[in-house]
């Protein structure tokens, strides 16, 4: 039996909850689906480039790890995130400022 996954809503104001405890800056910059919508994590490095994380379906492991899903001039990390809001406008976008691009979401409780 699957398990039951947490609201969306509730996931990102934990997940928010959790950067500012460690100091990261970060901001919600599209607000979606309350209860189903899927998020976007940009990590800006400040240096005018910056990732984007995304959760796809593994099949191996039967998960749905972050993976990066674009990196590099910031400027078309926005157009990547764009463009999947045209898709999906029930996208959660939020940014972090990083320097060294710590996002937190390697750690346990963020899956």
């Given at each position: 039996m699957p398990e039951p996954r947490l609201a969306t809503g509730i996931w990102v104001a934990a997940y928010l909850a959790r950067l500012g405890?460690?100091?990261i800056p970060a901001y919600v910059t599209a607000r979606g689906d309350e209860?189903?919508?899927?998020v976007?994590?940009?990590c800006a490095h400040l240096d005018g480039t910056a990732a984007l994380y995304g959760r796809e379906?593994?099949?191996d492991s039967d998960s749905r790890p972050w993976r990066v899903l674009a990196q590099g001039p910031e400027r078309e990390v926005d157009?990547?995130?764009a463009r999947?809001?045209?898709f999906d406008p029930d996208l959660w976008v939020i940014e972090i400022e990083s320097r060294d691009?710590?996002?937190l979401?390697?750690?346990p409780g963020l899956a």
């Open positions: 405890l460690a100091n209860t189903a919508g899927a976007l994590v940009k379906w593994d099949w157009g990547t995130i999947q809001r045209g691009g710590r996002t979401l390697d750690q």
